[in-house]
């Protein structure tokens, strides 16, 4: 007799299991607080709730989030727009022109400002205790 493909049990789809999460943490490479801050932010999938006290990710939203990341070493993207207008072409060598963004790489870059060092304590007095180890 035989069997109608409805009937055949088909494999699960592997793109819609559901996985816990230290299968989570090998495919993505980040640490369950990271995950956290990135779902607080929108930039990491929310968990699906299985039952109560316990949660999975779907798989292909997680290896679709990993597909987005830039890996490492590799350029980023262009972005999709340009920050700052380019500079208009010289009408001739004598006018001043003005740059067209304060980001500009022939601005003028402020150097790192220093840290100062903590206040040296006074020495105690001769008949005070001094605890310094």
């Not at 088909?10 to 989570?24: C, G, K, M, S």
């Not at 039952?51 to 980023?76: H, I, K, L, M, T």
């Not at 993207?77 to 060598?93: D, G, Q, R, T, V």
């Amino acid at each position: 007799m035989f069997e109608s493909p409805a009937s055949v049990a088909q494999p699960p789809d592997l793109e819609d299991r559901i996985l816990p999460w230290l299968r989570v943490r090998d495919i993505a490479g980040i640490s369950r607080t990271t995950a956290w801050r990135l779902q607080n932010t929108g930039d990491f999938p929310r968990p699906v709730m299985l039952s109560p006290g316990r949660v999975g990710w779907r798989e292909s939203d997680v290896r679709a989030w990993r597909a987005s990341r830039v890996p490492r070493g590799q350029p980023a993207p262009a972005p999709l727009f340009e920050p700052c207008a380019p500079p208009a072409p010289k009408a001739a060598p004598t006018a001043k022109t003005e740059p067209s963004c304060a980001s500009a790489p022939d601005a003028p870059q402020e150097p790192p400002r220093k840290r100062q060092a903590a206040p040296r304590r006074r020495p105690a007095a001769s008949d005070q205790l001094s605890f310094d180890f």
